[in-house]
């Protein structure tokens, strides 16, 4: 069964490292995985995208392990314009084509 | 930079109605997507195109419809309105070599009352 799982929430306070997982059993073997932003009133925007261990851009760090069944979006000191909702977003293997599934997403706040 | 708009922010029409939903991107993209999105459930695929004139069905493509006669036009049609069709919709827009990293409009939220 084709299937993302996030926590729905997470909490932090300014300065701390956050780390959001995804679990993604079923991954197709030639696909990427994928982490969006969305701020209320505006569609998700992407941020990372990886395929195999460690992605690092400028806002972040996708770590994935060797199985792929699982990655990790990982948010260094944090502050308060990174109140999100956060979407892992993976293809799974259905026919003869890659099913694109987003997960239901993690809602970030962030404290002062 | 990116951009893909929608024709609408805001919609609400009557249980029966005929709906459509615009989407224009500026960026030459080969594939583009229309989502609905609803609390608890994230964003689920309705249609996705990969070329003008071609579409294939999402998981929910149930109620709806879609057309593609030009590249940079994506139209999501409701051929008749019903109130669990009220949610937000957003359309997304991204290269062939680059179907992840989808570019997305601000969104619709459609009441159907």
Same mark, same amino acid.
């Given at each position: 069964?084709?299937?993302?799982?996030?926590?729905?929430?997470?909490?932090?306070?300014?300065?701390?490292?956050? =780390?959001?997982?995804?679990?993604? +059993? +079923?991954?197709?073997?030639?696909?990427?995985?994928?982490?969006?932003? !969305?701020? *209320?009133? !505006?569609? *998700?925007?992407?941020?990372?995208?990886?395929?195999?261990?460690?992605?690092? =851009?400028?806002?972040?760090?996708?770590?994935?392990?060797?199985?792929?069944?699982?990655?990790?979006?990982?948010?260094?000191?944090?502050?308060?314009?990174?109140?999100?909702? $956060?979407?892992?977003?993976?293809?799974?293997?259905?026919?003869?084509?890659?099913?694109?599934?987003?997960?239901?997403?993690?809602?970030?706040?962030?404290?002062? | 930079?990116?951009?893909?708009?929608?024709?609408?922010? $805001?919609?609400?029409?009557?249980?029966?109605?005929?709906?459509?939903?615009?989407?224009? !991107?500026?960026?030459?993209?080969? =594939?583009?997507?229309?989502?609905?999105?609803?609390?608890?459930?994230?964003?689920?695929?309705? $249609?996705?195109?990969?070329?003008?004139?071609?579409?294939?069905?999402?998981?929910?493509?149930?109620?709806?419809?879609?057309?593609?006669?030009?590249?940079?036009?994506?139209?999501?049609?409701?051929?008749?309105?019903?109130? =669990? !069709?009220?949610?937000? $919709?957003?359309?997304?827009?991204?290269?062939?070599?680059?179907?992840?990293?989808?570019?997305?409009? *601000?969104?619709?939220?459609?009441?159907?009352?």
């Amino acid at each position: 069964l084709a299937k993302t799982t996030q926590p729905i929430s997470m909490d932090s306070y300014e300065g701390q490292e956050v =780390n959001i997982t995804c679990s993604h +059993n +079923n991954i197709a073997t030639n696909d990427y995985i994928t982490w969006y932003q !969305q701020f *209320p009133s !505006q569609g *998700p925007r992407f941020i990372i995208q990886g395929y195999k261990t460690k992605v690092t =851009n400028e806002v972040a760090s996708l770590f994935i392990p060797a199985d792929r069944k699982s990655s990790t979006l990982s948010l260094p000191r944090v502050s308060l314009s990174d109140t999100a909702v $956060y979407y892992c977003l993976v293809g799974f293997r259905s026919g003869g084509y890659n099913k694109l599934i987003f997960g239901a997403g993690t809602r970030l706040a962030v404290h002062p | 930079d990116v951009k893909v708009t929608q024709s609408s922010r $805001y919609l609400v029409k009557r249980t029966g109605e005929k709906v459509f939903l615009e989407c224009v !991107q500026d960026m030459d993209h080969e =594939n583009m997507f229309w989502y609905r999105q609803d609390p608890g459930l994230g964003l689920r695929l309705i $249609y996705f195109s990969y070329d003008v004139k071609m579409k294939e069905k999402g998981d929910i493509p149930e109620g709806y419809s879609v057309s593609r006669e030009k590249k940079e036009r994506f139209s999501l049609i409701l051929e008749s309105a019903s109130t =669990n !069709q009220t949610s937000m $919709y957003l359309c997304a827009s991204s290269s062939r070599q680059g179907t992840y990293e989808q570019y997305f409009g *601000p969104g619709t939220r459609l009441t159907v009352t």
